[in-house]
């Protein structure tokens, strides 16, 4: 790929088209673009399943298609003749490993899982383009190996419902005190609204709603959104957008920090008072961070509720990573949340470390020097796992889960989708690591739209 700084570096066309006199110095500039061309010719690395879906059965052998290729077939670069390779339980326990011949870029890894998980492929070569910091860059490939039935490694604590109804206990006691401020819509026809309503620890709850202008009392279906980890400002667009399909859009940041701030502002944020915000009071359930941002979710339901516009029938929780975690949070703890959207779950599995299963975001568990999990954060955790809220939620859910997850293994997903009290139905993004693909976002949105679609025909239908 050419370095868009080096393209930004070439005079405009129309200086080009004004130097058409100066032919020498049109040929200098056409032959400096011309060599930099051939300067970032790179090696290319494809690491594939061989079965589209991706799916196997236990101990059924799986292929994986390696091919190494040439950005630029005039770059100089020779193709490489050898990978090294090694295939791991979704990052966990090594299952294989070994030198791969390349013949014309080509080659071939077989493996197999003799039991339900992931079976995660790593390539790495020798070759431009595929290092980082003079190290090479792994390329990676995975596949399900009965991923429905993955068990996740411990059950939930005797207390935990305890200790939640007694989180809702103290939120209750709060009143909610919310409080809308109009905001100029981008969008004609639709009501924008800063809002803000009390919690817990002094923390508000902050974000906007948007619903459609001339929406009636008691007509509108609902959605709420969820941020993914770090610290920034609630999102305007995400409301307006679902607003304009006919919803009644809500946001809220993670943090309950005033909108519109400004980056500056959420980055200093992020570089002092919530540094490492995922951490904090990880030993303690009544001292984790988490504690109070899921109850801020709990509030964000309470503050639409008492939107006039709401029809009091449909909501859905939406997010992905963190905001997906959260969504299940809802879902698990509030019954009027009827369907979960959710991307690539954080937060599922803490306890995975006893399983001998890798563990992903936040890492909550500490280990000490001989990967021995610390007592404390592990008991913490287990009140804070996807896995123990999902056996508690009853609505619908729509997941997606990338297979090259390293930050949140799918593994660790399954383990908390496989627990879910209501039906549900995934997303399988198989060449996708911590994100959604395009495909996986337009199917999220839809599945949102489709639900609430659905609800109000039911409704209409009474």
């Known amino acids: 790929m050419i370095d868009p700084k ?15 006199r100066r032919p020498r110095r049109v040929a200098l500039w056409l032959f400096a673009f011309t060599a930099s061309l051939s300067a970032v010719a790179q090696t290319t690395l494809t690491v594939r399943a061989e079965r589209e879906s991706a799916l196997y059965k236990v101990g059924e052998p799986v292929t994986f298609r390696v091919k190494a290729g040439l950005s630029d077939a005039n770059g100089g670069h020779a193709l490489p003749t050898k990978a090294r390779w090694k295939l791991t339980s979704d990052g966990a326990a090594v299952v294989d490993s070994g030198t791969l011949e390349l013949v014309d870029g080509a080659g071939v890894v077989s493996g197999s899982l003799g039991e339900p998980g992931f079976l995660r492929l790593a390539v790495e070569v020798d070759a431009p383009g595929l290092t980082k910091n003079g190290k090479p860059v792994p390329q990676l490939a995975a596949v399900g190996v009965e991923p429905e039935r993955i068990q996740a490694s411990r059950t939930a604590p005797a207390d935990f419902d305890e200790f939640w109804a007694e989180q809702k206990r103290a ?9 809308l401020t109009p905001v100029k819509s981008p969008a004609e026809g639709i009501l924008v609204f800063d809002f803000k309503a009390d919690c817990v620890d002094g923390v508000p709850v902050t974000g906007y709603f948007a619903w459609p202008e001339n929406a009636k009392p008691g007509e509108l279906p609902a959605i709420m959104m969820y941020q993914g980890a770090g610290v920034r400002d609630a999102s305007i667009t995400s409301v307006v957008t679902r607003a304009k399909r ?8 993670a943090h309950g920090l005033p909108n519109a701030m400004g980056a500056e502002f959420y980055e200093e944020k992020a570089k002092t008072a919530l540094l490492n915000y995922w951490h904090a009071g990880r030993e303690s359930r009544e001292q984790s961070y988490f504690r109070g941002m899921f109850l801020r979710v709990l509030r964000s339901i309470d503050a639409m509720a008492e939107l006039p516009v709401w029809d009091n029938k449909t909501l859905i929780a939406h997010g992905s990573s963190q905001g997906s975690a ?30 001998g299963r890798v563990v992903g975001w936040p890492k909550w568990v500490k280990r000490d020097a001989n990967g021995k999990p610390d007592p404390a954060t592990l008991e913490a955790s287990a009140y804070y796992d996807m896995v123990h809220f999902a056996e508690r939620a009853t609505c619908e859910a729509r ?31 198989v060449t996708c690591g911590h994100r959604n693909s395009p495909e996986a976002l337009a199917w999220m949105s839809e599945q949102g739209y489709a639900h609430a679609e659905a609800r109000k025909v039911a409704k209409a239908a009474k």
């Open 326 to 355: 959260q969504s299940i949070v809802a879902a698990a703890l509030d019954k009027r949340v009827t369907l979960v959207v959710g991307g690539v779950t954080a937060m599922c599995e803490h306890g995975g470390l006893q399983g």
């Open 399 to 429: 997941f997606t889960v990338g297979f090259i997850d390293v930050g949140c293994p799918p593994s660790a997903f399954y383990a908390m989708a496989n627990r879910w009290g209501g039906k549900r139905e995934i997303f399988n993004d």
């Open 171 to 179: 939120l209750a006691a709060i009143p909610v005190n919310l409080k």
């Open 246 to 253: 006919g919803l009644l859009a809500g946001t809220i940041g």
């Open 6 to 20: 080096t393209i930004l570096s070439f005079p405009p066309m129309h200086t080009l088209i004004r130097s058409v």
